[in-house]
Every structure is written in structure tokens, then in C-alpha cells.
């Protein structure tokens, strides 16, 4: 028995990076995982591989950004499922450089994906969770969601909204007693493909370098030394998706190898 069996979850960004390593953990752990993306070759495969390791998935391609798509994926998973029980709303993305250079629309894009598309798999989810008598909503923000961080503002703004999103919807299902919990989990330095579009826009934090070298930067910034990994994330997910967690709504979950309490 897992311990999110009998489960249905849906996973944003379930492509790559973080979201896969939900995807994976919870199917692992007994869930049938809905994986959505906009990329669909990687998000086919991520199913493939968890299915081929024994687990429950679907894929679906979505756009987070679009509420006529959150319909009709929220629609398409209660056909299939007739429940759904956790939504991580993980799909993000991070567009660096300083301020004064920062254009309008990369501002709005890192507004739609980030914030608006939390706000939509919310929205969206919500009745059918309710239907089924409660669920767990998790929201990936970022350590950036706490503490600022140079030439990053943007992305700040978009992470820093998600956590008090979180915390507010968190008291209004509390107050329905309807059963839904919702909680933001704050990732610090975790090894995905988000540090090559970073690096890309902020040259690597004015080292020269193509890619920031989150090796070094973790031993320097992180007090455990090292940098973190999809599964370790992941982890934390599954506790706030499990029933172990039952007593806990509108916290913020830190996974940072100890960055915050510097
Ligand atoms: P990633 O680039 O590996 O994965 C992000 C996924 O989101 C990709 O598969 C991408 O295709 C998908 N995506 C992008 N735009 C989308 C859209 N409009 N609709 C649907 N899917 C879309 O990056 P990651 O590091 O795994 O990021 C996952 C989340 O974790 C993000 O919200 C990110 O801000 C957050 N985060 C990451 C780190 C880190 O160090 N990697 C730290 C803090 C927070």
C-alpha cells in the first residue's frame, strides 16, 4: 500500500525537472498521475517510464496559462477518473537580468505562467476536489518567494505571490471546511533544465560563464554544501499530498539545504 494510493494527481510541468520527479514519486507511492506539459515528446516519456516501472499515468498537453485549457483538462480528468485528489501546480519558468533591462513582456510571461497559472489549476480544480470531499493543493514557488535575489526581481515578484495565494486560499477552503488543503513548497537549488534558460538571461550572474555552475554556487551559498535534486522536492510533495499531512494547510514547505535561515 503507497502512500498516496488510490490517489488521482495532476502535475504541471510534469514534462521535466521537478514535476517529473513528482510525477514519478507519486505514481511510485500508489497515485494515478495525470502529467501535463506544453512539451509532449518528454511528457509521453515520462509516462512511458512510469508505467514501465509499474506505475499509473496519462499524459496531457497543457497550457497553464489558458483557462479554456484548464477546462478542459479539469473536465477530460473527471471523465476519465471521476475525482482528483492532489494538484501540484509546478509548471514555472525564469527569465533573469537586471530590471531596468527587463521588457514588459517577459514580465507578463513570468506573470501567466507563474502566478495566473496557479491561479487557474486552483479555480479549476477546486470543485471536483470538493466534490470528492477535499484534496491537497501543492504550489512550487521558490526560495526566490521569501528572499529577494539580484537580477531576478521578476521572478521574485511571481514566486513571492504564489506563496500568499497559497496561504490565502488555504483559510478560505479551511473555512468551508471543505476538506481542501493548500500549501506552497519553496525549493532552493535543485539540478534542472530551469538553470539553462536563468543562466541564459542573467550570463550566468555576471560569472562569464554559460551556465551558472550550481555546484560551486551551492557550496558557497547552501550551508549543507551541495545542490539538490528533483526527488528531494519531490519528498516534500508527497508528504503534502499524503493524508500525513492532513493537519497542515497554508504552510510553506522550504527545501534549500538551509539557504533561508541564513
Ligand atoms: P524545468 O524547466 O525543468 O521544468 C518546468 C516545466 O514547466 C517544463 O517541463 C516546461 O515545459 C513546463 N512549462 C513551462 N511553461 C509552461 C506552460 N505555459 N504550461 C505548461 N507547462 C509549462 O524547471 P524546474 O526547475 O523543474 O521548475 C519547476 C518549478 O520549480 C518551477 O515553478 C520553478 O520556478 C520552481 N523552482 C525551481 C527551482 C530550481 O532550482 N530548479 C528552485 C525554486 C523553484
Known amino acids: 500500500m503507497g502512500r498516496v494510493s488510490g490517489k488521482v494527481a495532476l502535475v504541471t510541468g510534469g514534462a521535466s525537472g521537478i514535476g517529473r520527479g513528482c510525477a514519478e514519486v507519486l505514481a511510485a507511492e500508489g497515485a494515478i498521475v495525470v502529467v501535463t506539459d506544453v512539451q509532449v515528446p518528454m511528457g509521453l516519456e515520462v509516462v512511458d ?8 499515468a496519462v499524459f496531457r498537453e497543457q497550457n497553464v496559462t489558458s483557462e479554456d485549457v ?19 501546480n509546478n509548471a514555472g519558468i525564469g527569465i533573469g537580468g537586471p530590471i531596468t533591462e ?24 477546486l470543485p471536483l476536489m470538493r466534490r470528492g470531499g477535499g484534496g491537497s493543493i501543492i504550489n512550487i514557488s521558490s526560495l526566490a518567494g521569501l528572499n529577494g535575489a539580484p537580477n531576478l526581481a521578476a521572478y521574485c515578484a511571481t514566486k513571492g505571490a504564489v506563496r500568499l495565494f497559497s496561504k490565502a486560499v488555504a483559510l478560505e ?3 468551508l ?15 534542472t533544465p530551469i538553470w539553462d534558460g536563468i543562466s541564459a538571461t542573467t550570463a550566468a550572474m555576471g560569472t562569464g560563464a554559460n551556465r551558472i555552475d550550481l555546484d560551486a554556487v551551492s557550496a558557497m551559498a547552501t550551508p549543507l554544501g551541495v545542490k539538490g535534486f528533483p526527488a528531494d522536492i519531490a519528498n516534500g510533495v ?4 499524503s493524508d500525513e499531512s492532513r493537519y497542515v494547510t497554508g504552510t510553506e514547505l522550504v527545501i534549500d539545504g538551509g539557504m533561508h535561515a541564513r
Open 49 to 56: 517510464g512510469i508505467k514501465a516501472a509499474g506505475g499509473q
Open 70 to 88: 484548464w477546462r478542459d483538462t479539469i473536465a477530460a480528468v473527471d471523465e476519465q477518473f471521476g475525482r482528483l485528489d492532489i494538484l501540484v
Open 102 to 125: 527587463m521588457t514588459l513582456e517577459d514580465w507578463r510571461k513570468q506573470q501567466a505562467i507563474n502566478v495566473e497559472g496557479v491561479f487557474l489549476g486552483t479555480k479549476h480544480a
Open 173 to 175: 477552503c479551511a473555512g
Open 177 to 191: 471546511r471543505d476538506g481542501v488543503r493548500v500549501n506552497s513548497v519553496h525549493p532552493g537549488i535543485i539540478e
Open 238 to 241: 508527497l508528504y503534502l499530498a
